[in-house]
């Protein structure tokens, strides 16, 4: 049988030189060429929306799809009053701050939005980083070093990783097993002058939910701090968007929530909230805000105004969760594998990577574009296609995306229904 790459082939290659590495990686790319099922990349020609107009890597022609790539689950994006807010900043502030924080580029609008994100929260400060990553970079390259231990949720963001990679020590539990990190809280306990517990609030590739009540009962048990992501949570969970540590009541049991600007607020750049002191602290010491422009001025005029629709137009957030129900009602009838999802982010179960990538390119043929989540962003052998619901959908667009599934898996066998 012929091999199928995988990008763990090609993670380290210790013969090879960057041009070689580069080389044998081709390999991967030219190994779709047959099905033209290569997934990544495409361009659009149109806002990254409900509707997409998507250039076909390989003819070169033009889809017109229903598209499901996007985290802009409330579709703020493009909310008028959203881009009036962009356009205004636009016009005071200019195009880019080309300074870091520190260094003069913090303008009233970057000040009143952390202070937004911090109320949010309901913490006493926040500070913005030029992304989601960033800031979770910033967070735990900084406060943490070899005199802490971080226990970190295996499904974590990829960027909390990379913050704590070869920084600190840490120590992966099993996603959501109170059992195992009590475990390991135990014997952990009074050894380090920091014990951290690290999770998502809501994960981002199974859309299921931190037992955040489990997590920071345990903490308190064990004297440990509790580190929140919720990039996938605000906007989405608790009263008014407010995000899965409102949604648990848990804010005043967690030190530090970090999240992003780029997914239901419609915009780029991200945060960390927490105490005056922790912030003050990382307004500083955290290079990747020091050693970093601050966010343009449009992006964070446009996400201060879509934090404000949040509580002026809540009839967005219902909408979310009501496409949300329709679909994941509908694809669950249809006897298709949705995991334990608890969010708008739905993980088609494929669990096969030659698959996963086959079945979006089938879909993508017939004007639905959704991307396949293959390794590194889940598990070898854990691929599925990662099906982001927004508010903007219409029940037709989500119709279309079923029909148009249980036609592709009929037509091309390829069984993803366990009935
Ligand atoms: C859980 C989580 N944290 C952080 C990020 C990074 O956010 P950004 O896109 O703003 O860098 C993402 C983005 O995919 C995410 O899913």
Redesign the pocket.
């Known amino acids: 049988m012929k091999k199928f790459y995988t990008m763990k082939d090609f993670v380290d290659m210790p013969e090879a030189n960057i041009y070689e590495s580069a080389e044998q990686f081709q390999k991967f790319i030219n190994q779709f060429r047959d099905d033209k099922s290569y997934p990544y990349g495409f361009v659009s020609g149109t806002a990254v929306s409900r509707n997409m107009d998507v250039l076909d890597y390989y003819s070169g022609n033009e889809v017109n799809t229903v598209s499901f790539v996007s985290s802009n689950y409330l579709g703020l994006s493009q909310h008028h009053k959203v881009i009036k807010a962009v356009k205004n900043a636009v016009e005071q502030y200019g195009a880019g701050t080309c300074a870091a924080p520190p260094i003069g580029g913090y303008t009233n609008i970057h000040k009143e939005l952390e202070k937004k994100l911090a109320r949010l929260h309901g913490k006493e400060d926040a500070i913005l980083y030029t992304?989601?990553?960033a800031a979770?970079i910033g967070v735990f390259q900084n406060l943490f070093n070899k005199s802490d231990m971080v226990l970190v949720d295996m499904f974590v963001?990829a960027?909390i990783y990379d913050g704590l990679k070869n920084n600190t020590n840490t120590k992966i539990y099993k996603h959501n097993d109170m059992n195992y990190l009590e475990l390991v809280l135990n014997r952990e306990k009074g050894k380090y002058r920091n014990l951290v517990i690290v999770t998502?609030g809501v994960f981002?590739q199974d859309g299921d939910l931190a037992n955040l009540p489990g997590i920071c009962t345990l903490a308190e048990k064990y004297g440990a701090m509790v580190f929140v992501?919720d990039?996938?949570g605000v906007g989405v969970m608790g009263n008014l968007g407010k995000g899965t540590l409102d949604y648990f009541g848990v804010e005043d049991r967690v030190e530090i929530v970090t999240g992003?600007l780029?997914k239901a607020l419609g915009s780029a750049g991200?945060y960390a909230a927490g105490s005056k002191k922790l912030i003050d602290y990382l307004r500083l010491y955290s290079r990747s805000n020091t050693f970093s422009a601050s966010i343009a001025p449009p992006a964070v005029g446009g996400a201060s105004k879509a934090l404000d629709l949040f509580e002026e137009e809540p009839y967005i957030i219902k909408g979310l969760w009501e496409n949300t129900a329709y679909l994941k009602k509908r694809l669950s009838d249809s006897g298709f594998c949705i995991g334990l999802s608890e969010s708008p982010i739905v993980p088609l179960m494929i669990n096969d990577d030659m698959k996963a990538i086959y079945a979006a390119r089938k879909l993508f043929e017939r004007g639905v574009y959704v991307v396949p989540a293959t390794y590194p962003a889940v598990k070898l052998k854990n691929s599925r296609l990662r099906v982001n619901v927004s508010a903007m959908h219409t029940l037709e667009d989500l119709d279309y995306f079923c029909d148009t599934l249980e036609e592709v898996d009929r037509e091309c066998d390829l069984h993803l229904r366990a009935n």
Do not use: I, K, L, Q
Request: aromatic fraction near 8%; proline fraction near 0%.
């Open positions: 992304s989601g990553y979770n963001h960027s998502d981002s992501d990039a996938h992003t780029s991200g």
